[in-house]
C-alpha cells in the first residue's frame, strides 16, 4: 500500500519535475507561459483536495499567506499549510523527515541541503530574488544613505550571522566594497535582524527589502548600490515525499504564474 | 532448603546485615505499577541523550572542538550562567523568604507572577527584557540617558536574560524548603536576642542550605542551556554574548555536525559539574 | 500506698524527694521556695492579683482569637518558680508566647521589674524560653547554641564563647561541648537549652513543657537537675506544663488553666488538697463533690449525702482520694463506715499493682484496690458492689 503510493508519488513528481524545468527555463520573460501554466492548474482543479504543506523562508510570510489564500478559494476544498522559519532550519527539518510538500527556500545553498539529500522530486526553480536593503530607524536620523555609513562605530548595527542567507548575502556585500563592518550581533535570521532595529535597540540592519516593506513605516529603507554585489535566489521545489503532489504542483505553478508574481513583486521581490 | 535460609538470615543481622537487608527489601517492596513508568521515565529522558552520543561525528570530533569559537563560547556560557546563578541566590533567596514567611496581601498572585517566567516562552521573555530594559525599554531609557548603560547587546544582557528565565527555579525550590523548615527556629534565635535578619542570617540561612544548594543547581543547569531569551535580548557575537546555546543553534543552520559536537561539551561539562556538586552537597543528611 | 495520686497528693507536702538535702539547707534561706509548704501559703496565696511590687512580672494577658480567648493575670516576685498547669489547648503555651513576645497582647498589660513590655518585640525582652522539643539549633554545636544569645547581645566571639563554655561546665556538659544537637541525648539537649536560655541572662525565664519530650527514666533524673537550677535562678521563672508531678515538685505557686482562664491559683499542696474543678481533682488523683454542708453532712449537689468530720455550714467540697474507698460484694451491715453507696463497675484499669475501678451508680467514683482484692470480689464490668468510704478520711472545704 505505501509503495504503491511511493511509486505513483515518485512518477507524479517525475511529470512534475519535467513540467517545473520546462517552464523554469521559458519563464524569465515569456508570462505567456506562465499564464498557461496557471490555467492549466485552473483546469484540473477539479480533481485537486487536501492538504498542501508548504515549508517556506521566513522572508516569503506575507506574500505566501497570501497566495495561499488564493490557491484556497480557486481550489474549494484544499487547504494550504505553511511553515514559515529560517531556511536552514526548514532544511533540516525535511532531511529530518519533515511532512512537507512543498519547499521555498531563501538560498541556493539552503536548497542543496534538500537536493544533496535527494528528498527533492523536482529540479528547484528560482522563482524570485530577493535584493538587501538598509533597514534604518523612522526618519533616517542618523542619515544613513551607504554600506560604508554603517561602518561608523558610533553606529549600532546588526547583520544576519553568516549561516543564514541573510547573513551570507550581507558579508558578501561587503567583501565587494571591501568594507569591514563590526556589528553588536549576528542575528539568528532576518526577521529578528529586523525587529533589533522595530524595537529601536539597534540603529540598522541590513535585510531584504521584502523585509522593510513588510515592516512598514516602523522602519526607514534605505538602498545601496553594493547590494546588486549580493542578490539572493528564492528556488522552489517539489518535495519527495510530498502527500499531495498533484495540488502541491498547482501551488508551485500558481507562486510561479503572473499573478503569484504580482503578489510576490508588491511585497519587494524581484522578478527572477 | 529452610535451613540455609535461617542461617542466611542469621548471617544478615550478625554480620552488617541491616544495610543488606535494607536494599533487599527496598528492591522487593518496589510495586510493578511503579517500576514499570518509572523505567519507562527514565528511558524518555535518556535516550535522546544517547541517540545524541549514537549519531556524533566521533571521528571529526577532534577538529570541530578545536576551534577557539568552541572554547569561547564555552567559558562565556559558564561565566553568564554562574554569574546569573550569583545574582539569583541575592535577590531570589529574600524573595523566597518574603513569599514564604511575610504575610502580606495577596501573597498567593505575588507567587504566582513569580513562577510567570516558567510558562513565558523564553523568546517573549527576551522581547520583554527588551521592552523594560532596552535601550528604548520602560525603565532601560532612562538607564541609557542617566547612567550610561545599556544592557542589549552586552555580556551583562546574557546575565540579566539568563536570570529572568532561571531565577524562578530557584526561588521556587528555596521558598519550598523555607515553607518546610520549622519557624519556630527563627521564633527561638529572636528570644535569645537576635533581630529578625540575624535570625534569618544565622539560623535560617544554614538550616535551609542544602534547599538554596538545589535551588542554585537548577537555576544554574537552566541558565546555561538558556537561548530564547538570551538570544532575543543580548543578540549573538561571539565572545560576547554567543553562548554555547546559541553557537549550537547557528551551527546547525548548515553544519549539524558541528552542532551535535558543540551539544556534547556542553552536555559533558554539564554533568560534571552537576554531578561534582551532588556529591558536595546534596547528599548531606 | 505508692500510686499515682498518693504520690502527687503526698507529693505537694514534702515535695523535695529527688534533690539533694544539704543543697536545700544551702539555698533554702535565700529563695525559700524549696519548702512551699511552709514557707510560701501566708505570703503569696493571699492576695496575689493586688500584691504589686516594682520587681518581678505582673502581667494581665489577653489573647484573642478565632475561637479561644486567653485571660489570665499572672504576678511574680524574683526567685519566684510558677506553674501553669492546665490540660492540652487550654491556653498555657499561649501565655507564654505572650509572654515572650511571640504572639501580641489583644489586651491587658505586662510589666517585668516594672519596666512596660506590651509593644516591646521579643528580641529586646530580657526574657529567655526553653521550648517543648528544645528547638537547639542543629547546625551549631552544642557550645554555639549557648553562645548564640551573648553574641546576639554584642558580646565578642571569643567572649560568648567563654561564656558559654562556663555553663557548659555548669550543666556538666564539657565534654560534649562540640556536639551538634543531633547526638546529644534528651537529658543533655534539655540542659543546653536551659544554659542557653540562661545565657543571656534573663530577668524571666520560661519553660515550655520542659520535661515531656524525655522518657520516664531521664525525666526523673533531669527534673532533679532542672529544680536545682530553677532554686539558684533569681529572677522570675514561669513554666508550662500537663504533668501536675513536675508542676508540683519545680514550682512554688501553681497556676491551674482551663479554656484561657485561671481557675485556681496557690502553692501546691493547697492546690492537691482543695481541688476546686474536677480537672484538678482527677491530677492529684482525688474524688471531688460539690454539695451543701450543714455540720458533718454534706449533701450533694448529685444526690447523696457524705459524712465528713469538719464542721461546715454552706456550699463545701467534699475530697476523698481513691484509696480511701472500700468495697463489698453485699450490703455493709457490720461496717463502722457511715458513708455507704450501691454501685457499678463501669470499667478497670491496672495501676502498678493496683486496679483502679472507675465505678458508677447512686455515686460515681474511682476506687483503688489490690489484685487479690479484685480477684475475692470478682470484679468485671456490670458487676454491683458497695462502696464505703470513712469520714474520717473524706476531707470537706468550703466552696
Redesign the interface.
Known amino acids: 500500500m505505501t509503495r504503491s503510493a511511493r511509486r505513483t508519488l515518485q512518477v507524479a513528481g517525475a511529470g512534475a519535475a519535467a513540467l517545473l524545468a520546462l517552464s523554469a527555463c521559458s519563464s524569465s520573460d515569456d508570462s505567456s507561459s506562465a499564464k498557461s501554466d496557471s490555467s492549466a492548474s485552473a483546469s484540473s482543479s477539479p480533481k485537486l483536495s487536501g492538504t498542501v504543506t508548504v515549508f517556506a523562508a521566513a522572508s516569503l510570510q506575507e506574500s505566501f499567506t497570501t497566495l495561499g489564500k488564493e490557491f484556497e478559494k480557486a481550489h474549494p476544498g484544499t487547504k494550504v499549510t505553511f511553515s514559515f522559519g529560517g531556511s536552514d532550519s526548514l532544511a533540516a527539518g525535511i532531511t529530518g523527515g519533515a511532512p512537507a510538500d512543498v519547499f521555498a527556500s531563501a538560498s541556493p545553498k539552503t536548497m542543496k541541503i534538500v537536493t544533496d539529500k535527494k528528498d527533492n522530486a523536482t529540479e528547484p526553480a528560482t522563482f524570485v530574488r530577493n535584493q538587501l536593503e538598509i533597514a534604518t530607524l523612522p526618519g533616517n536620523p542618523d542619515k544613513v544613505s551607504s554600506l560604508k555609513d554603517l561602518t561608523k562605530s558610533s553606529l549600532k548595527v546588526v547583520l544576519c550571522d553568516k549561516t543564514v542567507p541573510c547573513g551570507a548575502a550581507a558579508l558578501k556585500a561587503l567583501d565587494a566594497s571591501k568594507l569591514k563592518l563590526t556589528p553588536v550581533s549576528y542575528e539568528e535570521d532576518v526577521k529578528s535582524a529586523l525587529n533589533k532595529v522595530v524595537l529601536k535597540e539597534a540603529d540598522a540592519a541590513v535585510v531584504y527589502k521584502t523585509d522593510v516593506k513588510a515592516a512598514g513605516s516602523k522602519v526607514q529603507g534605505v538602498e545601496f548600490p553594493e547590494s546588486t554585489s549580493a542578490v539572493n535566489a528564492y528556488p522552489i521545489t517539489l518535495l519527495k515525499n510530498a502527500k499531495n503532489p498533484e495540488a502541491a504542483k498547482a501551488f508551485i505553478a500558481l507562486v510561479q504564474s503572473t499573478e503569484g508574481q504580482k503578489v510576490l513583486s508588491g511585497a519587494g521581490f524581484l522578478k527572477p | 532448603m529452610t535451613s540455609t535460609d535461617t542461617s542466611d538470615a542469621a548471617a544478615d543481622t550478625l554480620q552488617g546485615g541491616p544495610r543488606r537487608g535494607r536494599v533487599r527489601t527496598a528492591r522487593r517492596g518496589v510495586p510493578l505499577p511503579l517500576l514499570l513508568p518509572a523505567l519507562i521515565g527514565l528511558a524518555f529522558l535518556l535516550l535522546p541523550l544517547i541517540a545524541l552520543l549514537l549519531r556524533a561525528p566521533w571521528s571529526t570530533l577532534p577538529d570541530q572542538l578545536t576551534s577557539a569559537e568552541v572554547w569561547q563560547a564555552l567559558r562565556l556560557s559558564l561565566v553568564c550562567a554562574t554569574a546569573a546563578t550569583a545574582v539569583s541566590l541575592v535577590i531570589g533567596v529574600p524573595l523566597a523568604w518574603l513569599l514564604a514567611r511575610a504575610d502580606f496581601p495577596g501573597r498567593g498572585f505575588v507567587r504566582a507572577l513569580v513562577t510567570l517566567p516558567l510558562v513565558l516562552p523564553p523568546v517573549v521573555g527576551g522581547?520583554a527584557l527588551?521592552?523594560a530594559l532596552?535601550?528604548?525599554g520602560v525603565v532601560g531609557q532612562w538607564l541609557d540617558s542617566w547612567f550610561g548603560i545599556t544592557l542589549?547587546?552586552t555580556t551583562a544582557g546574557v546575565v540579566v536574560a539568563e536570570t529572568f528565565v532561571a531565577m524562578p527555579f530557584l526561588v521556587i525550590s528555596v521558598e519550598g524548603t523555607l515553607r518546610a523548615a520549622?519557624p519556630?527556629?527563627e521564633?527561638?534565635?529572636?528570644?535569645?536576642?537576635?533581630?529578625?535578619f540575624?535570625a534569618f542570617r544565622?539560623?535560617t540561612l544554614?538550616?535551609i542550605?542544602p534547599g538554596i544548594a538545589a535551588g542554585a543547581v537548577l537555576a544554574w543547569a537552566r541558565a546555561l542551556g538558556e537561548f530564547g531569551a538570551t538570544?532575543?535580548f543580548?543578540?549573538?557575537?561571539?565572545g560576547r554574548?554567543?553562548t554555547m546555546p546559541?553557537a549550537v543553534?547557528?551551527?546547525?543552520?548548515?553544519?549539524?555536525e558541528a552542532a551535535i559536537a558543540l551539544s556534547l561539551v556542553l552536555l559533558a561539562v554539564s554533568i560534571a559539574v552537576l554531578a561534582g556538586l551532588r556529591d558536595r552537597w546534596m547528599t548531606a543528611p | 500506698m505508692t500510686n499515682t495520686h498518693a504520690a502527687a497528693a503526698d507529693g505537694a507536702e514534702p515535695p523535695q524527694g529527688p534533690p539533694a538535702p544539704n543543697h536545700e539547707s544551702g539555698t533554702g534561706g535565700a529563695g525559700g521556695k524549696t519548702n512551699p509548704a511552709e514557707g510560701r501559703v501566708p505570703t503569696t496565696h493571699p492576695h496575689p492579683k493586688t500584691h504589686r511590687t516594682p520587681d518581678g512580672l505582673d502581667a494581665h494577658l489577653v489573647v484573642n482569637r478565632t475561637t479561644f480567648r486567653l485571660d489570665i493575670k499572672l504576678t511574680a516576685a524574683p526567685g519566684d518558680v510558677v506553674a501553669l498547669l492546665g490540660p492540652n489547648g487550654a491556653g498555657k503555651t499561649t501565655a507564654l508566647r505572650a509572654l515572650a513576645g511571640l504572639v501580641p497582647l489583644t489586651a491587658g498589660h505586662l510589666r517585668l521589674d516594672g519596666a512596660e513590655l506590651d509593644r516591646t518585640p521579643p528580641e529586646s525582652r530580657p526574657v529567655g524560653v526553653v521550648f517543648q522539643d528544645y528547638l537547639l539549633f542543629p547546625h551549631l554545636t552544642a557550645l554555639d547554641n549557648i553562645a548564640f544569645g551573648p553574641r546576639c547581645q554584642g558580646a565578642t566571639k571569643a567572649a560568648s564563647r567563654a561564656q558559654a563554655a562556663e555553663w557548659l561546665a555548669r550543666m556538666g556538659l564539657t565534654e560534649h561541648a562540640t556536639a551538634k544537637p543531633r547526638h546529644l541525648s534528651g537529658g543533655q539537649s534539655q540542659r543546653v537549652a536551659l544554659a542557653r536560655a540562661l545565657a543571656t541572662s534573663p530577668r524571666l525565664l520560661l519553660l515550655d513543657e520542659p520535661l515531656a519530650a524525655l522518657d520516664a527514666r531521664t525525666r526523673l533524673e533531669v527534673r532533679a537537675q532542672l529544680r536545682r537550677h530553677l532554686a539558684e535562678f533569681e529572677a522570675v521563672a514561669v513554666l508550662v506544663t500537663h504533668d501536675p508531678l513536675d508542676a508540683m515538685v519545680l514550682a512554688d505557686r501553681l497556676v491551674v488553666i482551663e479554656d484561657g482562664r485561671a481557675v485556681q491559683e496557690g502553692t501546691p499542696s493547697d492546690i492537691a488538697r482543695h481541688p476546686r474543678t474536677d480537672y484538678i481533682a482527677q491530677l492529684v488523683g482525688l474524688n471531688l463533690y460539690k454539695g451543701h454542708a450543714d455540720g458533718h453532712t454534706v449533701r450533694l449537689d448529685i444526690g447523696p449525702a457524705i459524712t465528713t468530720t469538719e464542721i461546715l455550714s454552706g456550699p463545701a467540697f467534699v475530697a476523698f482520694p481513691p484509696s480511701a474507698v472500700t468495697l463489698f460484694r453485699d450490703p455493709p451491715t457490720g461496717s463502722s463506715a457511715r458513708n455507704h453507696w450501691r454501685c457499678e463497675v463501669a470499667g478497670l484499669e491496672t495501676h502498678g499493682d493496683q486496679i483502679r475501678a472507675d465505678l458508677t451508680g447512686e455515686l460515681p467514683l474511682a476506687a483503688d484496690l489490690t489484685t487479690v482484692a479484685a480477684a475475692e470480689l470478682d470484679l468485671h464490668p456490670g458487676a454491683p458492689v458497695w462502696a464505703t468510704v470513712k469520714a474520717t478520711q473524706t476531707h470537706a472545704y468550703p466552696a
Not at chain 2, 187 to 196: F, K
Not at chain 2, 249 to 256: M, R, S, T, V, W
Open positions: 522581547v527588551l521592552l532596552g535601550r528604548n542589549p547587546f520549622d519556630r527556629y521564633e527561638a534565635a529572636t528570644t535569645l536576642g537576635a533581630s529578625r540575624t544565622r539560623v544554614p538550616l542550605a538570544i532575543t543580548a543578540g549573538n557575537f561571539p554574548t554567543q546559541l543553534y547557528l551551527a546547525l543552520q548548515n553544519n549539524p
